[in-house]
């Protein structure tokens, strides 16, 4: 069946595009509305035409897949002229998103009607690329120079409602699109038509203007290039005759769309899209998830509870006391009300979010929960006790999860009367804010339990991540080394701030050796110790060292470096160097390039250990891991990408 059709209202033609899943503009769908408009204009009888989209959505964007392949005719740019050009007026119509070269499409039209739950944007610097059929020249065109600034160069789509605002679009409607946009097309027929969007003034702002929009650009970009790239586009199209704009525009996507940052950009798209869907769990269906509970009320468990009340899901949190219950419930409307002081949350959703917390030191107000997620200290005993209460208290049905991150699932769930109901659900704090999701199954863990874990997943907006059972899973085994692999570098030499300075600079928010810092040297030192009383040989670390000497972090004024009092600008300590003298036996030299590499080497060679092992069942959801729990720059791809480009530019 052919990707584009043509029905009538009367006078008016429907485009009906259906190229599922997302209606990417494929070059047979380019193919077919082209040879749309030139049909539509050589029929007389037509006197305007809707633009429409069977499926879930308006077309989403240029084709992902094609973009490693060499361009094919008709291009869409042209594509876009050609129905600007059209004789009769289109209208788009505009459900689900429309997005990237789906939106250009529509700016390509006379005009824009959409679903009053339907969303438009230009989110190609997320591709790592700029809008490449017009999105920087027609944007600021509809919506102002400021408005396109702030969809072009941030990505990220705005709702209809406001999309009206801006003046992207000119009707919303409830319901019935497509009799709705075949009305308004009538409708239009009656007044003088607006000019052509390409035809339309810009206002240029002054230099001060774009001054203060690159500072802010770069700041928010964190070392990705396309948003800065994106803002010279639009700076041409405010200055420039429009052929002129269009001319930069399609030079920089095409410089763009062969790019590292490009390629690692799409590698991650798609990893985003492949793990929420393992495939051995296809045909299976996850458990209903109606009512959740968590036990263990602090930042973890609170955080965790959050998140499950910004789904939607009510939850009962158990704390083993009523002053540690009422310490949880304080920390969880701690979370809600910094929510409404950043402005994400109202006050009435700030006030129905914890109108859906039970809590309560009774375990028997789990009896309805169909999943309870353990968030309790890191303690085998306390976590075997907890689950003891818990398979006595909740439905034999019921999914019982812990969040453990560094124990053994299989010895938490040693003994429960029905282990194939258990699973691991590593979440990163703050919990209600990190989109990582490791899911850890035992052995024992049935596949319904472990879908249920990824249909969480999918309620709380998070990205999972199915990981084996080895010591850390997979994020905090590959931070292990990484930090392991840092202390090599000291102990060879180099200076802790050249090392943070290099992870800086390849695109982290802080170094190693700053994030210690700021989250406490003890948190690990606690856990090599519970090793080491248990027998197990555990080299002693150089944050070893410094735990002992008291020194564990901004919190007691110092770490790996001093701190003034009330400050958080870290200051090389000659105290550390007294405390490490005896390890540092090196005098190497490395510069900031090559220390990164270094530790991303490392860093993709554990995880290289954790796909052997059969730990992860793919390099991109490494990757993932990274990118969503550990700050590793997204634009790199991660570590496993990032690693198998630093291996082949060595050998190649
Ligand atoms: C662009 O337009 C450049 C132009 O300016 C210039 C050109 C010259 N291509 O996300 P989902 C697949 S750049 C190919 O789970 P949802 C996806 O891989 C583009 N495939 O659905 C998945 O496949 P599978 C700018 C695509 O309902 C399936 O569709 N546009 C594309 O949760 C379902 O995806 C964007 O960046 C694509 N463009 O969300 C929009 N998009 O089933 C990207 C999706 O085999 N897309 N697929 O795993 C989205 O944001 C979401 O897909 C959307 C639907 C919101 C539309």
Known sequence: ??????????????????????????QALRQGLWDAAATLDADPSVRAVVLICAG???????????????????????????????????????????????????????FRVALDSASVGLPEVTLGIVPGASGTVRT???????AAVDLVTSGKPVRAAKALSLGLIDAVFASDLQANAVAFARDALTCDLPPPVSARPVAAPDAAFWDSRSQAVAKAAKGADAPLRALGCLRKAAEAPFAEAMAFERQTFLDLRGSDQAAALRHVFFA????????????????????????????????????????GIPVTLIERDGQALARGTATLRGIFENAVKRGKLSDAQARDRMAGV???TDHAA??????????????????RAVFDRLARACRPDAVLATNTSYLDPRLIANGLPHPDRFIGLHFFSPANVMRLLEIVPVPETSDRTLATGFALARLLNKIPVQSGICEGFIGNRILKRYRASAEALVCQGIAIADIDAAMRGYGFAMGPFEAQ???????????????RAAGRTVPETLGDILVRAGRKGQKTGGGWYDYAPGERRPQPSAAVADLLADRITGSARMDRDSIARHLIGEMAAEGQAILDEGIAARASDI?????????FPRWRGGPMFAGASLASSRTG
């Open 366 to 383: 789990l009896a309805d929960a169909d999943l309870v997620i353990e968030a309790v200290f890191e303690d085998i005993a306390v976590k």
């Open 272 to 311: 985003e899209r492949a793990a929420p869907r393992p495939a051995h769990l296809r045909d299976v269906d996850p458990l209903p998830l109606r009512r959740a509970g968590v036990v263990g009320g602090g930042t973890m468990g609170a955080g965790i509870a959050a998140a499950l009340r910004d789904a």
């Open 56 to 110: 879930r959505t308006f077309i989403a964007g240029a084709d992902v897949t094609e973009f490693g392949k060499p361009p094919l005719e008709p291009h869409l740019p042209d594509l876009v002229d050609r129905i600007e050009g059209a004789e009769k007026p289109w209208t788009a119509a505009i459900h689900g998103s429309a997005l990237g070269g789906g939106f250009e499409v529509a700016m390509g039209c006379r």
């Open 623 to 631: 990757d993932l891991v990274e990118i969503h729990g550990y700050g």
């Open 1 to 26: 069946m052919s990707v584009v059709s043509i029905s009538r209202d009367g006078d008016i033609a429907i485009v009906t595009v259906d190229n599922p899943p997302v209606n990417a503009l494929s």
């Open 358 to 360: 039970t809590a309560t």
């Open 517 to 531: 810092d700021l989250g406490g040297l003890d948190i690990a030192f606690l856990q090599r110790e519970g090793a």
């Open 140 to 146: 600021p065109r509809l919506a102002g120079i400021e």
